[in-house]
């Protein structure tokens, strides 16, 4: 077979492939409940399983350029890791994938963490009931529950 055909299958699978991801994608905030099926899905999350009395606190926003962050900040110290991105259908729930671009770490990050996100990597988002969601990482995972707005 030539190259050149080769080459065009590979493009055309390769677009096929972006091209069926908005399905189970979601990049704004009304795009993500739906894709939930929740549209009272809480956008605020306290962790209940640290160890040190410093719950991360999990917000999922939508900036101002339309993407969807993660924003992790550790109670009285600060920001953990702010990632951006699109939430996608996993094997197990959700996960927000990403590029080293794409996560910025705070002082609140330790140097395992960034050793182990700092090349990219993923979030998974489990729902554990109504009231409950994990959230985990290379290395790390959190239990954690609706927080209300300030």
């Given at each position: 077979?030539?190259?050149?055909?080769?080459?065009?299958?590979?493009?055309?699978?390769?677009?096929?492939?972006?091209?069926?991801?908005?399905?189970?994608?979601?990049?704004?905030i009304p795009q993500v409940k739906?894709?939930?099926?929740?549209?009272?899905?809480?956008?605020?999350?306290?962790?209940?399983?640290?160890?040190?009395?410093?719950?991360?606190?999990?917000?999922?926003?939508?900036?101002?350029?339309?993407?969807?962050?993660?924003?992790?900040?550790?109670?009285?110290?600060?920001?953990?890791?702010?990632?951006?991105?699109?939430?996608?259908?996993?094997?197990?729930?959700?996960?927000?994938?990403?590029?080293?671009?794409?996560?910025?770490?705070g002082p609140a990050a330790s140097?395992?963490?960034?050793?182990?996100?700092?090349?990219?990597?993923?979030?998974?988002?489990?729902?554990?009931?109504?009231?409950?969601?994990?959230?985990?990482?290379?290395?790390?995972?959190?239990?954690?529950?609706?927080?209300?707005?300030?």
């Amino acid at each position: 077979m030539p190259i050149k055909f080769l080459l065009l299958i590979a493009a055309l699978l390769s677009g096929a492939e972006l091209a069926a991801q908005p399905a189970d994608c979601a990049s704004s905030i009304p795009q993500v409940k739906a894709l939930l099926g929740d549209p009272d899905f809480p956008l605020r999350w306290e962790e209940t399983s640290m160890d040190d009395g410093k719950p991360l606190l999990v917000s999922i926003v939508e900036k101002n350029d339309g993407t969807v962050r993660l924003e992790f900040v550790k109670s009285r110290v600060g920001l953990w890791a702010e990632t951006s991105g699109v939430i996608c259908r996993a094997d197990k729930g959700f996960e927000i994938r990403f590029t080293p671009a794409q996560i910025q770490f705070g002082p609140a990050a330790s140097w395992a963490l960034r050793l182990a996100l700092g090349r990219g990597g993923r979030f998974t988002l489990q729902q554990r009931g109504p009231a409950q969601l994990q959230i985990a990482t290379t290395g790390w995972a959190g239990t954690f529950v609706p927080k209300a707005p300030p």
